[in-house]
């Protein structure tokens, strides 16, 4: 049994929990699948994403591939930044490019809530972006999940 399977990830979320929640986000975004994505928010979870409002599960899983036919090589990096009770929020950083190949890095938080099952029912996102040059990339994983030992934002100064 994995470490997060041993430990309940609901609130209310002690550190241990908010950081090992920050990390199954990361992991399940970073896989690029919306059906699985969604899954981790409520049937009827409202986003705000930049300037687009999704609402429940079907609208995030056509976001979601939208998204992701636009951001190719999409990877994710999440930092948690706080927490309370039923809320956590976090920073993050994911670099990805177009189909010209400009490259871009994209700065954000996002605030979190979830309900007693810790499954997320509102999630609020700021994002920026940043064209950067192919030689500026800090993220070099393969697709898929960042491995443990890849640094984190503040390990990359980011």
């Keep these: 049994m994995s470490k997060e399977q041993a430990v309940a990830l609901v609130p209310p979320f002690t550190q241990e929990t908010a950081i090992l929640k920050v990390r199954k986000a990361e992991d399940g975004w970073n896989s690029r699948n919306p059906e699985q994505v969604c899954l981790a928010y409520t049937v009827d ?5 930049r300037s687009e409002f999704v609402n429940g599960r079907e609208q995030i899983v056509q976001f979601l ?6 951001e190719l090589d999409y990877r994710l990096i999440k930092e948690l930044w706080a927490f309370g009770g039923s809320r956590i929020a976090v920073r993050f950083a994911y670099e990805s490019h177009d189909a010209t190949g400009q490259w871009y890095r994209s700065y954000g938080n996002e605030n979190w809530e ?3 099952d810790g499954v997320m029912h509102h999630r609020y996102a700021c994002i920026n972006d940043l064209p950067i040059k192919e030689s500026e990339r800090l993220f070099h994983w393969p697709l898929g999940r960042r491995p443990d030992d890849h640094p984190g934002l503040t390990e990359l100064g980011l």
Excluded at 45 to 49: A, G, L, P, Q, T
Excluded at 65 to 70: A, E, F, G, V
Aim: proline content about 0%; glycine content about 0%.
């Design 45 to 49: 979870s409202k986003w705000r994403n």
């Design 65 to 70: 591939t939208r998204k992701w036919q636009k």
């Design 114 to 116: 979830f309900d007693n």
